[in-house]
């Protein structure tokens, strides 16, 4: 699902609200997440999971092409962990049958 889709579905379900409303309001809500993010804050949506940040120090790593050494800087990277509620959802509700858990892994993959 990306953003638009989340509008759309968010706007048919609340008839008494304007669409720019919606759309608005989900702006809001990714804006402030990633605000949290950039202050160093944690971001936890009880049932959802938890948004933070992690630091990647400065290394030492490989150009796969040449096998040349390159430098690459330290950064911070978004990360995010799957609440409870969404694991056992995605987990325990059937949606996951086999079929589909082999399209998404590929063949070998377990």
Do not use: C, Y
Not at 12 to 41: K, Q
């Amino acid at each position: 699902m990306i953003k638009s889709e989340l509008v759309q579905k968010l706007a048919d379900e609340n008839p008494n609200l304007f669409h720019r409303d919606v759309e608005r309001i989900v702006s809001i809500v990714f804006d402030e997440i990633t605000d949290s993010l950039a202050r160093g804050d944690r971001v936890e949506l009880r049932g959802f999971g938890a948004f933070s940040v992690k630091h990647r120090p400065a290394r030492v790593g490989r150009n796969p092409r040449s096998g040349e050494a390159v430098s690459i800087e330290e950064k911070w990277t978004p990360f995010f962990k799957a609440g409870k509620e969404l694991r056992d959802r995605m987990n325990h509700d059937g949606r996951f049958s086999a079929a589909a858990t082999q399209a998404m892994t590929g063949p070998g993959d377990t």
